[in-house]
């Protein structure tokens, strides 16, 4: 009786969760759809082809401009401004933190990276424009610092937990036999890592590092804060930019409801979630094929 009744409860929590995963897979297939279904709408209106490559975005002019390269090459110059930040200091701290800390230290470090994502986005916003955006400022002699530096220095930060976590995992996890044929060899601990670990585990790394770009890609908050919201083609980091989702986050709140304009944010958005789960598909490949590495 015992063993019908856990046969059967197994059956049940099977089906549960079951559900709940296709349940996920709906809702993401829900709000992709309902993306696609708005922005036809606006294609309607205006060709794909002058929406992707158009070089102004001013809905609300006379004639308005529905140019969305502008907000696309400001959101990859801030992501990859952010990437070319965090990627150096997140491998750097997760390898510090696997090889060479000392329990005491790796105590102290890891809870604090785990804080610093817990700390919300619009107080990262509010201290780039407070303490960042003056420093940028004085530095390169501009009138303001909100620009598209200060918007990937805000993003670098953000993104930092998420690399550092899962590339020490990824470090951590490489076999000790690894390091012991290393050492036998008459190695040291530095060429160890740089030769033998870092290699062994740059699935895991590069995966680390596809999920920082996604949440780079998708923060709003604070590039709406500190990157001085100018939707032209920028020129370099000093330049003020406009990314999809500050425009989003600014726009639809005072759209007219079912208009071209409004249709377009749709668009924008449609364009960014399939950027975002571009990236986040590509971590979770490195993810899978990092571990079937260490299941071998």
Do not use: C
């Amino acid at each position: 009786m015992k063993y019908k009744t856990r046969l059967s409860l197994d059956i049940l929590f099977k089906i549960v969760f079951k559900g709940t995963g296709l349940l996920v897979l709906a809702l993401l297939g829900g709000i992709l759809a309902m993306l696609v279904y708005n922005s036809f709408s606006f294609f309607m209106d205006v060709k794909p082809l002058d929406f992707i490559t158009g070089m102004e975005w001013s809905p609300t002019a006379a004639i308005p401009k529905y140019g969305m390269l502008p907000l696309v090459l400001s959101t990859t110059l801030v992501t990859f401004g952010a990437m070319f930040i965090a990627i150096p200091l997140g491998i750097g701290t997760a390898a510090y933190i696997a090889e060479y800390a000392s329990p005491r230290v790796k105590n102290l470090l890891k809870p604090a990276i785990e804080m610093l994502a817990a700390v919300p986005s619009v107080v990262i916003g509010f201290l780039g424009i407070v303490v960042l955006s003056p420093g940028i400022a004085d530095l390169a002699d501009l009138s303001n610092g909100l620009n598209a530096l200060n918007g990937a220095i805000l993003l670098a930060v953000m993104a930092l937990p998420t690399i550092i976590t899962i590339a020490e995992d990824a470090i951590h996890a490489v076999p000790k036999t690894y390091k012991e044929a290393s050492y036998a060899m008459g190695a040291t601990k530095w060429q160890t890592l740089r030769k033998i670990i870092i290699p062994a585990a740059a699935p895991g790394i590069i995966a680390a590092v596809m999920l920082g770009v996604g949440r780079a890609i998708g923060e709003t908050m604070t590039v709406l804060m500190a990157t001085g919201n100018a939707s032209i083609l920028p020129t370099s980091m000093f330049d003020s930019v406009k990314t999809m989702t500050a425009t989003i986050a600014i726009e639809m709140g005072e759209v007219p409801y079912q208009t071209t304009h409004y249709f377009a944010l749709y668009a924008i958005a449609t364009v960014l979630f399939l950027m975002t789960l571009a990236a986040n598909m590509l971590g979770e490949y490195f993810i899978n094929r990092f571990r079937k590495y260490h299941a071998v």
